[in-house]
């Protein structure tokens, strides 16, 4: 009920936002003191499209909005993280084989969509078959009397897809996220009631901690550039704005194919 839209959202909607965010840039280019290219600026959309509506969830359990919007929002946030990670990194890829060759267009917008595709596709693989591995190890051996030792294995096994990724050259982030998926499917019913409460916990309390730190980081990094030519309050602004209409061009422009498509269909 949910998957299409929010594969819709997370994946072509992060696509609009980024084609959106690089061309406003690039059409203001000339009231930049320095100077940028599109592939620069098709990056910079890429990691700035990802969004985190901490306060925007917040608000619609408050309200108790429809439970449909609150799931779209929800899963589209957790999945544009890692498309918009993909295609950053698919794009600072090009960009650094463009410093050493020189390609046409239709050549690196073709690299651009097989290095995102090879890396999204090899890393939701990666993440799925870890999740799977896990299930099927709680399940084979029975470790409930040691409950210490099954939550360790449990934490411990759940973050080791990452380095399993970054290894083959694939998104740690994107194979975590559905390695976590998979095992709260599969993995998660073969626990000790206990231990799948401690393995939440767990969870929770490092997910917090690390999002503050980097959230903190941010806000204080602001203040590191102040009186540096690092700082550029114009292309600060126009970034502002081309998210916003970025973000709107997305949202709306989807909004209206899927129900367009769905009124025909149905």
Known sequence: RYFTPIVLYACLGTAVCTGCIASLLYSMRSIFTFDVT?????????????????????????????????????????LNDAVGLVLFEALAHLLLEKEESERDTLDETLL?????????VGSLVL??????????LLKTVDMRSTPLLELCLYVSVMYFPFVIA????LSGIVTVLFAGIGAKHYAEPNLAPATATSADTIFRLTAHVTETGIFLELGLSVFGLVGTDALHLGFVAVA??????????????ITFLYNTCVARLG
């Not at 925007?56 to 449909?68: E, H, I, M, N, Y």
């Not at 704005?241 to 061009?249: F, K, N």
């Open 127 to 136: 993440g799925c078959l870890c999740a799977l591995g896990l299930a099927l």
């Open 240 to 253: 502002l704005g081309a998210c916003l209409l970025g973000r709107a061009a997305n949202i709306y422009s």
């Open 166 to 169: 970054e290894m083959l050259h």
């Open 38 to 78: 599109w592939l620069e600026l098709l990056a910079f959309g890429a990691i700035v499209s990802a969004t985190d509506p901490v306060s925007t969830l917040a608000v619609f359990g408050a309200k108790k909005v429809d439970p449909q919007l609150f799931y779209l929002v929800f899963g589209e946030s957790v």
């Open 112 to 120: 651009v969509l097989f290095d995102f595709g090879v890396v999204f």
